[in-house]
Each structure stands twice: as C-alpha cells, then as structure tokens.
C-alpha cells in the first residue's frame, strides 16, 4: 500500500532553519504532484506548499514566500520542506500529501490530495 512518512520536525529556536523529509513508497512517485500542509493547535489544515511530478513549477502560501523551499528527488522517492527564518506562528504539524493531479490547478485545495503522511511536529520557540 501507498505510505508517506515525514521526518526531521522538531524544536528550533525563532529565526532557526529546519529541513523536513517525506519518503515515499508504494506508489509511481515521479507520476505524482507532492504537497505540504501543516495545522497549529485549534486550526484548519492548511497549504503551505506544493510541487509538480517534475519539478517544473512549484506553488507557496503567501505565509512562508521567500523563507521556505519545495524540493523533490524522484530518483529516491523524496520530497523535502526547507524551511529557513522561522517564526513562532509556524508552530504546527506537517503533514506531506501526493496527488495524481491538481484540475484546474487547485495545488492548494487539500481535497485534491490522495495520499496523506501521519504528520511531523514543527515546534518554533520565542
């Protein structure tokens, strides 16, 4: 069966960098877009970012532009999450998705998502 697992969460200080990994297994990953959510204490799940199957274009929350990246390697099966500048408020869980496509480019929509990981704890402290 198709399994995501995301690693490297943990506690970092305000203005620390962290770097998530998602490993994929089970599944044609280069035929699949990958995406990253997260959801804090009391929140909806939200998008934090997404990247097609060939790493062609890749999508931000307004939130995390210009401090986080999205980056895949299809040839270990992994997406990563590297996320730099830090702040409190991105305090949540990962969690990494895979969809087989976004119609009409809905790459935000966590309803276009399959495939869902069982989350990472990000913890960013003052």
């Known amino acids: 069966q198709v399994q995501l697992v995301e690693s490297g969460g943990g506690l970092v200080q305000a203005g620390g960098s962290l770097r998530l990994s998602c490993a994929a297994s089970?599944?044609?990953?280069?035929?699949?877009?990958m995406g990253w959510f997260r959801q804090g204490p009391e929140k909806e799940r939200e998008f934090v970012a997404a990247?097609?199957?060939?790493?062609?274009?890749?999508y931000y929350a307004n939130s995390v532009k210009g401090r986080f990246t999205i980056s895949r390697d299809n040839a270990k099966n992994t997406v990563y999450l590297q996320m730099n500048s830090l702040k409190p408020e991105d305090t949540a869980v990962y969690y990494c998705?895979?969809?087989?496509?976004?119609?009409?480019?809905?790459?935000?929509?966590?309803?276009?998502?399959?495939?869902w990981g069982q989350g990472t704890q990000v913890t960013v402290s003052s």
């Open positions: 998705a895979a969809a087989i496509h976004f119609r009409a480019n809905y790459y935000y929509d966590k309803n276009s998502y399959a495939y």
């Open positions: 089970g599944l044609t990953f280069s035929s699949y877009h």
């Open positions: 990247i097609r199957q060939s790493g062609s274009n890749s």
